[in-house]
């Protein structure tokens, strides 16, 4: 079989038609499915463990996962072509095999499992803050307000730091934080099965434990924005410290993984026509984003050192630009390899206003619900005091 020629080397004829399949649009949505994971991790975490340090940004950590994961489906939904079928997922998925269509179909399985997080994300909040709602109960003027409130307290005594409520809430973190590290992990499942010509799995067999890891870092990212609001510059200092350790550590070991997922792409692949394509597709950009990673473990250790907010906010900003570089060659980039593992295509996507809009739809849906649910549930002057 004979292949056209390219700029870029050898492609299928039919591969011009459309040789982007995937939207921008997805990369916001895998951008809040690691909010939602990230912040399942770190609340179920804190509860779990109910470090001093931690429990100030519980409060935030489960109005983030509760935000972010209410929408997050509304990612794949602007993507789809016959949007009106949606429903389908949910009422004729395929997760179980059979004679006749064997396997599992991945995304049908995600979709399933998105209900399992979005209700063990309510759940938590909801029993974990119910003291609080139970004391804003009692100070309530209007009836209307207090009805609300103690219906959202679900029987809870004011203030009480130990019960029912809290018990199960902590109960209910573990299968939480493990929905969580499932869902961050999803998309790098998705790449392994959808773009089998690539043989992902085994050239970058590290690639779920990477998206887990920038899960935390762009978590901490929002987190950092949303204490810098809350607390007007004035961030407690063992607060600081422990979103420090965490940014460094997760930023530290997500350095060790794309550097080994790289040399070990270079020099145990290089040769193979697949591998050397990617390599020339996308070694720069690798080193670029190991460059930015590289600047934000050094803010992260002048942050250490200083207890700066600034600095930390400058390494979550490189770290985040880092992430959503990688995003992109892995989701958009990655669709221009062509299926014949011999050569790219140079695609273009222009951006119209309807794809600009569901961009930027998401986050504005996620901004909504945050505002909701915290003008409910307020962090509280104790959160900031323990």
């Known amino acids: 079989m004979s292949y056209s020629t390219y700029p870029g080397g050898y492609v299928y004829p039919n591969e011009y038609a459309e040789p982007i399949i995937w939207l921008p649009v997805l990369i916001v949505y895998t951008i809040f499915i690691s909010i939602a994971s990230g912040s399942a991790i770190l609340s179920s975490y804190a509860i779990i463990t109910m470090r001093k340090s931690l429990i100030k940004i519980i409060p935030l950590t489960l109005i983030l996962a509760v935000s972010s994961s209410l929408i997050i489906l509304l990612g794949p939904l602007a993507d789809l072509r016959h949007p009106e079928k949606a429903y389908l997922i949910f009422t004729s998925s395929h997760i179980v095999p059979s004679s006749t269509t064997p396997g599992i179909a991945l995304i049908a399985l995600m979709a399933n499992l998105w209900i399992f997080l979005a209700v063990f994300a309510i759940l938590v909040m909801l029993l974990f803050l119910a003291p609080d709602i139970a004391e804003k109960a009692v100070n309530a003027r209007s009836r209307f307000s207090k009805l609300i409130y103690k219906i959202l307290s679900l029987g809870a005594k004011p203030g009480e730091t130990k019960g029912i409520h809290l018990l199960l809430a902590k109960i209910l973190s573990y299968p939480y934080m493990a929905i969580g590290i499932i869902w961050s992990t999803y ?81 145990e692949f290089s040769g193979q026509p697949v591998v050397d394509v990617i390599i020339n597709r996308f070694g720069a950009i690798n080193l670029y984003v190991l460059l930015l990673m590289i600047l934000a473990l050094i803010m992260g250790i002048v942050s250490s050192f200083i207890r700066s907010i600034y600095s930390l906010a400058l390494g979550s900003i490189l770290s985040l630009i880092g992430i959503l570089i990688n995003r992109w060659s892995l989701i958009i980039d990655l669709q221009t390899i062509s299926r014949t593992g011999l050569g790219y295509l140079e695609a273009g996507i222009i951006f119209e206003w309807r794809l600009i809009g569901n961009m930027i739809a998401l986050p504005l849906f996620f901004v909504a619900i945050f505002t909701v649910i915290s003008m409910i549930y307020p962090i509280g002057k104790k959160y900031q005091e323990v």
């Open 187 to 267: 998309y790098a499942g998705l790449l392994f099965t959808a773009v089998p010509i690539m043989y992902l799995y085994n050239l970058l067999p590290l690639l779920p434990v990477s998206f887990l890891i920038e899960s935390l870092i762009i978590t901490i990212f929002i987190l950092l924005l949303a204490l810098f609001v809350i607390y007007k510059r004035n961030i407690p200092n063992d607060v600081l410290m422990i979103l420090t350790k965490i940014f460094f550590g997760s930023v530290a070991f997500y350095i060790i993984i794309i550097s080994f997922e790289f040399f070990r792409l270079y020099y």
